[in-house]
């Protein structure tokens, strides 16, 4: 089992920065992929971005590209989101979650995840 537990959410101005934390504990050495997904009020959970354990390759939804940066510390293991220039549609609750398996964007594949951290972007 993995444990994930978020934190760093916030509320903001537009044009903010906030840092996501996502920390993980249990059988982490199993883990290959890391990536954080969001929900925003009546919408369904969507990806953000992803990197890998073993080479720090990223990948990013187009909503967030050039803004949000994913980064990585496999020594504690922990994930951050470092997310730049954020916009009101980028309101929602952001999950970190961990898979075994290659890099995706797509959430069903993915095995482990945190309970989530609130960020509130204002106008």
């Known amino acids: 089992q993995v444990q994930l537990v978020e934190s760093g959410g916030g509320s903001v101005q537009a044009g903010a920065s906030l840092r996501l934390f996502c920390a993980a504990s249990?059988?982490?050495?199993?883990?290959?992929?890391m990536g954080w997904f969001r929900q925003g009020p009546g919408k369904e959970r969507e990806f953000v971005g992803s990197?890998?354990?073993?080479?720090?390759?990223?990948l990013y939804a187009d909503s967030v590209k050039g803004r949000f940066t994913i980064s990585g510390d496999n020594a504690k293991p922990t994930v951050f989101l470092q997310m730049d220039r954020l916009k009101p549609e980028d309101t929602a609750v952001y999950y970190c979650?961990?898979?075994?398996?290659?890099?995706?964007?797509?959430?069903?594949?993915?095995?482990?995840w945190g309970q989530g951290t609130q960020v509130t972007v204002a106008s």
């Open positions: 990197i890998s354990r073993s080479d720090g390759s990223t």
């Open positions: 979650a961990a898979k075994y398996g290659g890099a995706s964007s797509i959430k069903d594949t993915y095995d482990y």
């Open positions: 249990g059988r982490t050495y199993r883990v290959h992929h």
